[in-house]
């Protein structure tokens, strides 16, 4: 039974699966955060050009 136990410690097989999922965890983390504070930036640029068309619909009427 020792064997076994040891042979499954020392298998390797699923270590590649493990490691990219790990590094594709993290890509998603990063993307996440990016898309978050870009987020940010995407939203200020919406209201400035919310209010310049909003401006200039005033001034045209």
């Not at 042979?7 to 965890?25: C, F, K, P, S």
């Not at 978050?36 to 045209?60: P, Y």
């Amino acid at each position: 039974m020792t064997t076994y136990f040891r042979n499954l410690w020392n298998d390797e097989q699923g270590q590649d699966l493990i490691e990219y999922t790990l590094l594709m965890a993290f890509v998603a983390l990063a993307s996440a955060a990016l898309f978050i504070g870009a987020g940010k930036s995407i939203c200020g640029i919406w209201s400035i050009s919310n209010s310049s068309l909003s401006n200039a619909n005033t001034v045209a009427s």
